[in-house]
């Protein structure tokens, strides 16, 4: 332990807010972006953090998924780039979507529906797409970046924020901003359509097709009433399957606003001969108001909820506990509580149940799911292991859970935890890529990039009375949901007839959801 916290101390005088503030400039453009440079010339490349603060909780009612499908679509490119002849294809795409709005509109008629008339519009609407590929580049916008060096060129969409990155050689970084500024500024929905099928085969290998994936929506589905968190961030089937390019452009229009989205670029660059060029490039943006702030707010929870899966499938057990979001005074307590409970070999629960009582595979806690902008849940999961149950997991999970309650943690815990957070911090600013990224969700989450620092004084402050009171606070009946997956032997196979034929059942699948009182 004093080797590593001497350790860190040096690392720490490197790596400390003052070393950084000379080394970070931030600029609120007039249109509202915000754009982070921090100087670090080790190396000749720079990395980059696109945060745009919107996620699959900011979906349109009706239109989930929609968030990471236009996520998708920011690598089909611009009205420069992807495109043959650009004037012909715009018209082309407001033809596609002419025909698909006939289309859709037919597909949802409940009464009258014609079944000549929707293949007749079916038709219409796949030769408008076919007309509209022809001005299609496949994949240009990604080809562009790699040819000059990009690596590690992807995505993500989570509950909160929408997030873009790569990196690149730093005398890249006006071809960067080039590309990066158009596809915020001038996305085109092509090939839509086609993308749609990527994202709902992604549903049906995440969700459809794992058990533990249509257990963990079904278990936010029975957590959450109000508050989309509650809807799968991959969108329901049925609404994925009728999302229109139009709903796309909608969503990008509203959320996609300079006042919306924070850059962060970490490298060898220089301040003050990059800033100018970012400007350049991404100050024409056109400006636009920032989303309304989302009204809906969970309701408190006041009864235990169950969830229960049977299906012959690996058995599971996970429950979760309402929590405040991360603005809350006492966001380190949960942090620590996390640390104590799952991080690494002398964590509680695996000590517990996977190393002493042998009954588990793998049992951790984790804090903010499924996400942090808003109210989450603090979640423990654990993994039976052959010949043992479900109920058994929930047993011992709740032993350790009354142990945080009634007795205080131990000095040699808490000290830990707060070693290996800092220790954290600091490898998350070992590399441009992670620096940018814990800079630009900083400045999104409080305004400020510094609080990434001013952490450490939060994580400090943590007593082990902080710690009991919390878990007090927080563990209690009333404000639990689990799930657990129960195994259920597959149906044997039928006698064969006489004729010869033969009877497979499929294995049987079942689901229950209750609410009860207190246990």
Known sequence: MFLCVLALGFAANAQDLASFEKRTTVKVLPNGLTLIVCE????????????????SADDPQGASGLAHMFEHMAFKGTAEI???????????????????????????????????????????????????????????????AEENGAVGINASTAEDPTQ???????????????????????????????????????????????????????????????????IPGVGWES??????????????????????????????IKASEAMPVLERYFAPIAPSPKPEPMTTVEPPQNAEKFVTIREATQPFYIEGYHRPDYRDPDDSVY??????????????????????????????????????????????????LPGHTPEEMRTAIHKELDRLKNEDITDEELARFKTRARADLLRGL???????HQLAEYQTRYGDWRQLFRQLNKIDAVSKADVRRVANKLFTDSNRTSA??????????????PSGTAMLTQPAAQTEQTTGGAK
């Open 40 to 55: 670090r010339p080790e190396a000749p490349v720079f990395s980059f953090y696109t945060l745009v603060d919107a996620g």
């Open 82 to 144: 992807g495109t043959t002849n650009y004037p012909a294809e715009e018209i082309a795409l407001a033809k596609v979507e002419v025909a698909y709005a006939a289309y859709d509109a037919e597909y949802r008629k409940r009464v009258g529906q014609s079944p000549e008339k929707l293949a007749q519009l079916l038709k219409v609407f796949q030769d408008a797409q076919a007309e509209a590929q022809k001005y299609v580049i496949p994949n240009q916008f990604s080809a562009i």
């Open 164 to 230: 873009y990155f790569w990196s690149m050689p730093s005398n890249r970084l006006q071809l960067w901003a080039y590309l990066e500024s158009q596809r915020i500024g001038h996305p085109v929905e092509r090939e839509f359509y086609k993308e749609r099928n990527v994202v709902q085969e992604e549903r049906r290998m995440r969700v459809d097709s794992s058990p533990i994936g249509r257990m963990v929506e079904q278990f936010l589905a029975t957590a959450y009433v109000a508050h989309p968190y509650r």
């Open 239 to 268: 609404e994925i399957s009728q999302v229109s390019a139009t709903e796309a452009t909608a969503f990008h229009e509203k959320f996609y606003v300079p006042s919306n989205i924070v850059i962060a670029v970490v490298g060898d």
């Open 335 to 384: 942090d620590a509580i996390t640390d104590i409970f799952s991080n690494g070999r002398t964590a509680r629960l695996y000590r517990s149940l996977v190393r002493d009582q042998q009954i588990a595979a793998e049992a951790q806690g984790f804090s903010g799911f499924p996400g942090e902008k808003y109210p989450g849940l603090f979640a423990v999961y654990a993994v039976p």
């Open 430 to 436: 070992a590399d441009n890529q992670g620096l940018a």
């Open 484 to 497: 657990r997956i129960e195994f259920l032997p597959p149906q044997q196979k039928a006698p064969e007839k």
